[in-house]
C-alpha cells in the first residue's frame, strides 16, 4: 500500500449523520467508487444485490459472518442471470468470462474496513492481521477493501501456511498472496520425469550444469531441477511478490546454494544448458491477481522466451517449453500458431511428450466449459536452435 492516499483513492459516507472517509485499496486496481452506504444485519440481499448492480457501494458494520451470507447470497443471484454459452467452444467461453468479470464487479461492491492496525472491527470476525500483513504489507490507516478480496487474502495465508504438497519434490511449496499456487501437478511432473540435454562440457561431462527456470512463480520448477542434480540456476520473475514467494521456499527445501533468485526480469544474465519456462498458458488480459497465473497478454510472454532462447542457451543445451492446448481448444490460438512461432524464432522441435490434467475441473460436467477441459492435454516442447 502506498504511503500517501490522494482524495480520490479515498471512499466516503455517511454514518450515523456524521461525514466519514477512508483509504480505499484493491488489487484489481478497481477505482473507489462514487456512492458508498452504510449496510449492516438489516440488510435484505435482494437490496444489496440491487444496489451493487447499480454502482453503490456497501460498506458492511454487522456481523461477519452475516457478511459471507450475505455475499453467497449476492452471487447466487448473479448466477441465475448470468447469460447461456455460445453455440461454440469460443462462444462459450467469452461468456463465461463476461459473466466472471461481471460477478467480480458486482460482488467486489460488498465492501468492509480494516483498523490502522489491519484488525477487522466487526462481531465475529476472524484474526485477518497476519493475513493482510503478508499480502498488503505494513499497515498505514484505517482502509476498505472489498469482502471478496479479504477472503482471498485469508484463504492465500491458508495456502501458505498449510503449503501445496509436490509428489516430485517430496515436500511441500507454500505460495504466496498474488502468486499462483502449483496445484496442477501434470506440468511439476513432466520436468520431474524428462530426459535431461546432455550438452559436452570441456572437462568431458555430459550433465547439464546451469538451467534458468523463467517465470518461477513459487520456485517449484527450480527446486526439482536442482533436486535433478543441476548444479547451478538462475530462477527469474517479473513480480516482486513472485520473487520472495521463490525465495522463501527455496530456503525452505534447502536449495539456496545452488538458486539464484534474479529479477524482475524474464532473462538473467548468461546462458544455461537448460532454459526452461512455463508461461500462462491462455492468451488474454488477466482481471485479478490470481489469473496473471492463467492469462498471458498477447501471448507476450510465450513470444518473449522463444525470441530469445537461441542466443540465451550454451551450445547443445535445451529449451523446455510447458504449455497445455486448452487455448487451441477453446479457439484463443490457431492450431498451427505454435509450431509457426517456433520455427520463426530459429528454433527446431526436438521432441514432445503429452500429459492429461488431473484437476477437478476436468472431471467436473458442470463446468461451462468441460467439453475442452476434458480434451486438454500439457506439453512438455523441447527446443533447440535451428
Request: aromatic share 4%; proline share 8%.
Amino acid at each position: 500500500m502506498p504511503d500517501t492516499v490522494s482524495d480520490t483513492d479515498r471512499i466516503h459516507w455517511t454514518d450515523e449523520a456524521t461525514a466519514r472517509s477512508a483509504r480505499w485499496h484493491s488489487e484489481n486496481a478497481a477505482p473507489p467508487l462514487r456512492r458508498v452506504v452504510v449496510a449492516d444485519d438489516r440488510t435484505k440481499a435482494d437490496t444489496a444485490y440491487r444496489l451493487a448492480c447499480e454502482g453503490t457501494g456497501l460498506l458492511w458494520r454487522g456481523d461477519f459472518h452475516n457478511a459471507r451470507q450475505l455475499l453467497q447470497a449476492m452471487g447466487r443471484r448473479v448466477d441465475r442471470k448470468a447469460p447461456r454459452g455460445g453455440d461454440n467452444l469460443a462462444d462459450a467461453f467469452r461468456a463465461h468470462r463476461r459473466a466472471r468479470r461481471h460477478r467480480a464487479r458486482v460482488l467486489g461492491r460488498l465492501m468492509v474496513l480494516l483498523d490502522a492496525g489491519h484488525r477487522l472491527d466487526l462481531r465475529r470476525a476472524p484474526d485477518v492481521r497476519q493475513a493482510c500483513a503478508e499480502a498488503y504489507g505494513p499497515p498505514v490507516e484505517p482502509t476498505a477493501v472489498s469482502l471478496t478480496e479479504l477472503l482471498g487474502v485469508v484463504g492465500a495465508h491458508e495456502w501458505r501456511r498449510r503449503g501445496v504438497e509436490i509428489p516430485a519434490l517430496g515436500a511441500r511449496i507454500h505460495p504466496h498472496y498474488g502468486v499462483f499456487a502449483p496445484v496442477r501437478g501434470e506440468y511439476v511432473d513432466l520436468v520431474a520425469r524428462a530426459r535431461l540435454p546432455e550438452p559436452r562440457h570441456a572437462s568431458g561431462g555430459t550433465a547439464p550444469r546451469t538451467a534458468f527456470d523463467l517465470g518461477t512463480g513459487t520456485g517449484v520448477l527450480a527446486a526439482v531441477l536442482a533436486r535433478r542434480g543441476i548444479e547451478r540456476i538462475a530462477a527469474t520473475d517479473i513480480s516482486p511478490r513472485a520473487l520472495a514467494c521463490a525465495q522463501d521456499n527455496v530456503h525452505r527445501l534447502g536449495y539456496a546454494d545452488r538458486i539464484d533468485i534474479a529479477g524482475p526480469s524474464l532473462f538473467p544474465p548468461g546462458r544455461a544448458h537448460l532454459v526452461v519456462c512455463n508461461p500462462p498458458w491462455l492468451p488474454g488480459s488477466p482481471t485479478s491477481t490470481v489469473e496473471q497465473g492463467v492469462y498471458d497478454p498477447d501471448s507476450g510472454m510465450l513470444r518473449s522466451f522463444l525470441t530469445g532462447l537461441a542466443d540465451r542457451l550454451e551450445p547443445g543445451g535445451e529449451g523446455w517449453l510447458l504449455l497445455s492446448d486448452l487455448a487451441e481448444l477453446l479457439g484463443l490460438r490457431r492450431p498451427d500458431e505454435l509450431p509457426d512461432l517456433i520455427h520463426s524464432a530459429g528454433l527446431r522441435i526436438l521432441d514432445s511428450t503429452h500429459t492429461t490434467p488431473t484437476h477437478p475441473k476436468a472431471r467436473d460436467s458442470k463446468d461451462p466449459l468441460h467439453q475442452a477441459r476434458a480434451q486438454e492435454t500439457t506439453t512438455l516442447w523441447r527446443l533447440s536452435p535451428a
